[in-house]
T-cell receptor, first 111, second 112 residues
Framework: QKEVEQNSGPLSVPEGAIASLNCTYS??????FFWYRQYSGKSPELIMF????GDKEDGRFTAQLNKASQYVSLLIRDSQPSDSATYLC???????????FGTGTSLTVIP | ETGVTQSPTHLIKTRGQQVTLRCSSQ?????VSWYQQALGQGPQFIFQ???????GRGNFPPRFSGLQFPNYSSELNVNALELDDSALYLC???????????FGEGSRLTVL
């Protein structure tokens, strides 16, 4: 079982729609959760992080965490073509100070 | 831009050779982590350095080694290169305790 699992996609949404990206993790001891965006040929950049159960909003982005279900999601409202990228879910385990990344979900926003 | 710089950006090596990759961390950050990202995959944790000591290691063989210097910059060394070592190598700096990683643009290694 992988530490972090994501649907690799590709996920296509029309411009202006809501994109929903999902992630599950295996270690219940995980404490912090991150979403990174990676454009083709570029390095990952941090979008959001969440530590507590519930929702966290930042502009058009909302991260949701459910520790009981070991589930993290990212919602992108009013999707723009510039949001087209691969979205990586990452989980931080205190033991070994390790970050585990999923394989990423490829998102395409169609104008 | 994250303020994390890596060099070289691209390099080509042959099997059996050795390679050294370099990373300068963002100002104020005291922790450096290295990741390997194969094509179509997420980054895989290699190791982390804090205060010049290895502070966590992923599932990579000993031929992957590293250093952190007093100015918090870091090196990744890979000996006895194999074809499967071809990947994008990412350096990420952070301030210990915050958990937020800031990545450099990466070094793309091709092993022939």
């Amino acid at each position: 079982q992988k530490e972090v699992e994501q649907n690799s996609g590709p996920l296509s949404v029309p411009e202006g729609a809501i994109a929903s990206l999902n992630c599950t993790y295996s270690d219940r001891g995980s404490q912090s959760f991150f979403w990174y965006r990676q454009y083709s040929g570029k390095s990952p950049e941090l979008i959001m992080f969440i530590y507590s159960n519930g929702d966290k909003e930042d502009g058009r982005f909302t991260a949701q965490l459910n520790k009981a279900s070991q589930y993290v999601s990212l919602l992108i409202r009013d999707s723009q073509p510039s949001d087209s990228a691969t979205y990586l879910c990452a989980v931080n385990r205190p033991t070994g100070n390790q970050f585990y990344f999923g394989t990423g979900t490829s998102l395409t926003v169609i104008p | 831009e994250t303020g994390v710089t890596q060099s070289p950006t691209h390099l080509i090596k042959t099997r059996g050779q050795q390679v050294t990759l370099r990373c300068s961390s963002q100002s104020g950050h005291n922790t450096v982590s290295w990741y390997q990202q194969a094509l179509g995959q997420g980054p895989q944790f290699i190791f982390q350095y804090y205060r010049e000591e290895e502070n966590g290691r992923g599932n990579f063989p000993p031929r992957f080694s590293g250093l952190q210097f007093p100015n918090y910059s870091s090196e990744l060394n890979v000996n006895a290169l194999e074809l499967d070592d071809s990947a994008l190598y990412l350096c990420a700096s952070s301030f210990r305790g915050t958990g937020e990683l800031f990545f450099g643009e990466g070094s793309r290694l091709t092993v022939l």
